[in-house]
T-cell receptor, first 115, second 115 residues
Framework: AQKITQTQPGMFVQEKEAVTLDCTYDTSDPSYGLFWYKQPSSGEMIFLIYQGSYDQQNATEGRYSLNFQKARKSANLVISASQLGDSAMYFCAMREGFNDYKLSFGAGTTVTVRA | DADVTQTPRNRITKTGKRIMLECSQTKGHDRMYWYRQDPGLGLRLIYYSFDVKDINKGEISDGYSVSRQAQAKFSLSLESAIPNQTALYFC??????????????FGDGTRLSIL
């Protein structure tokens, strides 16, 4: 079974608007971490934000925030005030357990910001 | 200089050839990983290594082998390349002594095309 599901292959957003990227996950381990990475067209993987399963508050990093709904097993990324430079592919990934640092990735969502 | 360096950045080769992709890091991390990225599939783990003497198969290790020559170096080999191994390959590192919210750090990727 897929551990990470990203159901939106591609999205368009107007510059300066907010966009929400969906991510649902599947794990039976009570300890896990969720990561979001950005991959611009140049190909590198850029870490954006992290949410731990025991974190009481939703993570925020600048214009990025996580809408973490543990009961629903979802960790949606919200990008506020979109910029042209936000056009990229975005990946949600999960680490399970404390000691195992392997990541399981979703298929990714391509975001295109329109001027 | 990049913390995680992959060489070559691009490679075109023929079916049946042996290919080695190299990864070196200056981050001092003990754990290293090889992933491949295919459109619509995200990143999938090929092999990972927790230290020089500890190498483990990932989700899709068939057709690949690895060598951890030193803590800072982790190479991926395709013994007899086939066209469906055409992909973008990433090396990543992490620190087992780091906090659980520490992300994996990725190299810039190697685009491999097998004709």
């Amino acid at each position: 079974a897929q551990k990470i599901t990203q159901t939106q292959p591609g999205m368009f957003v107007q510059e300066k608007e907010a966009v929400t990227l969906d991510c649902t996950y599947d794990t039976s381990d009570p300890s896990y971490g969720l990561f979001w990475y950005k991959q611009p067209s140049s190909g590198e993987m850029i870490f954006l934000i992290y949410q731990g399963s025991y974190d009481q508050q939703n993570a925020t990093e600048g214009r990025y925030s996580l809408n973490f709904q543990k009961a629903r097993k979802s960790a949606n990324l919200v990008i506020s005030a979109s910029q042209l430079g936000d056009s990229a592919m975005y990946f949600c990934a999960m680490r399970e357990g404390f000691n195992d640092y392997k990541l399981s990735f979703g298929a990714g969502t391509t975001v295109t910001v329109r001027a | 200089d990049a913390d995680v360096t992959q060489t070559p950045r691009n490679r075109i080769t023929k079916t049946g050839k042996r290919i080695m992709l190299e990864c070196s890091q200056t981050k001092g991390h003990d754990r290293m990983y090889w992933y491949r990225q295919d459109p619509g599939l995200g990143l999938r783990l090929i092999y990972y290594s927790f230290d020089v003497k500890d190498i483990n198969k990932g989700e899709i290790s068939d057709g690949y082998s690895v060598s951890r020559q030193a803590q800072a170096k982790f190479s991926l080999s395709l013994e007899s390349a086939i066209p469906n191994q055409t992909a973008l390959y990433f090396c990543a590192t992490s620190d087992s002594w780091g906090a659980s919210n520490q992300p994996q750090h990725f190299g810039d990727g190697t685009r491999l095309s097998i004709l």
